[in-house]
């Protein structure tokens, strides 16, 4: 006589093996736990904007935007609420939980940045891409009014940048955004940039080291910085903010895509774009005549 299995005998068995594939994915979870005062919420709940304190082994002292994996776990919160949180770090991803509320202190004013040099006001879609110089990872000068006739997508990053979800998904978009054009014969005239705004620690050699970590081909992908001053008039034009905080740099995202005319075509603002999201913004961007 065959015996079938009983449905609660293959319920358990389905959930075990879920419960052994997640454990598989997660294997290389790191948890830090940390102090810090709570800002704001953002994105729903998605996001939480904390001063946070040293976080030994891993990063510096400074206020940043966190994933929040548990959104109701910041409605009792306002800002300047002392909270301690649990931070969790993978390969690819970051989240916190665990926030808890320990004290109350009287929310401080956001230091103020210096103006970006030179700008008025944000570019916008239409808008000419300003020129500017800035120097590559082989130490060789790189002008941005050389682009005109490519289309150009561009970031900005900084090496030491501590949460995958940061500079590294940045630069890993744009490696996927490679990939994507390399195989497509038929648009050619293409260039991808990679802006570093930690110039003094992100020197050539440094810079060289992350192209080939994201196997760049340096004849369509730089990596770059410039002189402080330059940088901060480039990234002005575009909402890009940062400052030194500690011993990192707090910063927001931006990511262009410029056409072959060298005028602005689109301005991404956040982390959530996907390479696919370029290279169709990229494809078209190539086909406007200069």
Not at 18 to 27: K, W, Y
Not at 111 to 117: C, D, H, I, M, V
Not at 186 to 213: E, K, R, V, Y
Request: hydrophobic content about 40%.
């Amino acid at each position: 006589m065959k015996i079938q299995p009983s449905k609660t005998f293959l319920t358990l068995a389905a959930l075990f093996l879920a419960v052994a594939a997640f454990a598989q994915t997660n294997t290389n979870v790191t948890h830090y736990a940390v102090k810090g005062v709570f800002k704001e919420s953002r994105a729903d709940g998605r996001k939480a904007v904390i001063k946070h304190e040293t976080i030994p082994g891993y990063m510096d002292a400074m206020t940043m935007p966190f994933n929040v994996k548990n959104p109701a776990e910041l409605k009792p919160l306002k800002p300047g609420d002392e909270i301690t949180f649990r931070l969790s770090v993978t390969d690819t991803e970051d989240w916190i939980d665990e926030i808890k509320k320990t004290g109350e202190r009287t929310p401080t004013p956001k230091p103020a940045l210096p103006p970006p040099l030179n700008i008025t006001q944000e570019l916008e879609p239409g808008a000419l891409m300003p020129d500017c110089i800035l120097t590559n990872q082989s130490g060789l000068p790189v002008r941005t009014s050389d682009f005109k006739g490519r289309a150009l997508a561009f970031t900005f990053f900084f090496t030491r940048c501590p949460l995958p979800t940061y500079c590294p998904r940045m630069n890993s978009n744009l490696a996927a955004v490679q990939k994507a054009l390399q195989t497509d014969t038929a648009h050619t005239n293409w260039q991808l940039l990679s802006i570093s705004f930690d110039p003094q620690f992100d020197t050539p050699s440094q810079l060289a080291a992350q192209a080939n970590f994201y196997q760049a081909d340096t004849n369509h992908w730089n990596f770059a910085t410039a002189d402080p001053a330059v940088i901060r008039q480039l990234s002005g034009a575009f909402g890009l903010m940062f400052m030194r905080e500690g011993g990192s740099i707090s910063h927001n995202l931006r990511t262009v895509v410029v056409d072959a005319a060298g005028r602005v075509q689109k301005v991404f603002t956040d982390n959530e774009w996907q390479p696919a999201e370029v290279v169709a913004k990229m494809k078209h961007a190539m086909e406007t005549k200069p």
